[in-house]
T-cell receptor, first 111, second 115 residues
């Protein structure tokens, strides 16, 4: 299965600022997925990122708030823009390559 | 769209007790099914998965799950839990023929095993 390197692992950010999370995969994959896990809750899909096309966002998530880049088949970024305390969550990327693999997550705290 | 239900939000067991965590999904077509575990402060790890074949699937650390298609269920079991099994467990479903090809997660079950 694929191995994902995700960074940063955690950050504490001021409200109104933005944070970009990076995921690097050790093999080429068509789709990359970005999830959010709010405190004490399950995982919710934010968007699906395909290389060479716009990301597909789930209901309740918009590109202006969570812009995604997918410049090649091994890399993607998710930006959390204009952050508020409600954005405090763990953000995870995932790929499907013979089974779903997840990055180690980015624990974001907005103060 | 598919949905996944995990009936038990919190489970407390003593060591050596048997475990069964319920998972039901709503989708009438073909599915791939997964159980993930998240230990305190750690990231998600795959416990086991079902794609096809024998509906009784064995995973790591002595866990197993049984796919019962008629009940739309994929319950997780372990005959004898250990303190180190304290974690949160997530059931997830990938509905095939779903253009999105993403996983849908249940709400999670937080297991605490008392030593």
């Amino acid at each position: 299965s694929a191995v994902i390197s995700q960074k940063p692992s955690r950050d504490i950010c001021q409200r109104g600022t933005s944070l970009t999370i990076q995921c690097q995969v050790d093999s080429q994959v068509t789709m990359m997925f970005w999830y959010r896990q709010q405190p004490g809750q399950s995982l919710t899909l934010i968007a699906t990122a395909n290389q060479g096309s716009e990301a597909t966002y789930e209901s309740g998530f918009v590109i202006d708030k969570f812009p995604i880049s997918r410049p090649n088949l091994t890399f993607s970024t998710l930006t959390v823009s204009n952050m508020s305390p409600e954005d405090s969550s763990i953000y995870l990327c995932s790929v499907e390559a013979g089974g779903y693999t997840f990055g180690s997550g980015t624990r974001l705290t907005v103060v | 769209a598919q949905s996944v239900s995990q009936h038990n939000h919190h489970v407390i067991l003593s060591e050596a007790a048997s475990l069964e965590l319920g998972c039901n999904y709503s989708y009438g077509g073909t599915v791939n099914l997964f159980w993930y575990v998240q230990y305190p402060g750690q990231h998600l790890q795959l416990l086991l998965k079902y794609f096809s074949g024998d509906p009784l699937v064995k995973g790591i650390k002595g866990f197993e799950a049984e796919f019962i298609k008629s009940k739309f269920s994929f319950n997780l079991r372990k005959p004898s839990v250990q303190w180190s099994d304290t974690a949160e467990y997530f059931c997830a479903v990938n509905a095939l023929n779903n253009a999105g090809n993403m996983l849908t997660f249940g709400g999670g079950t937080r297991l605490m095993v008392k030593p």
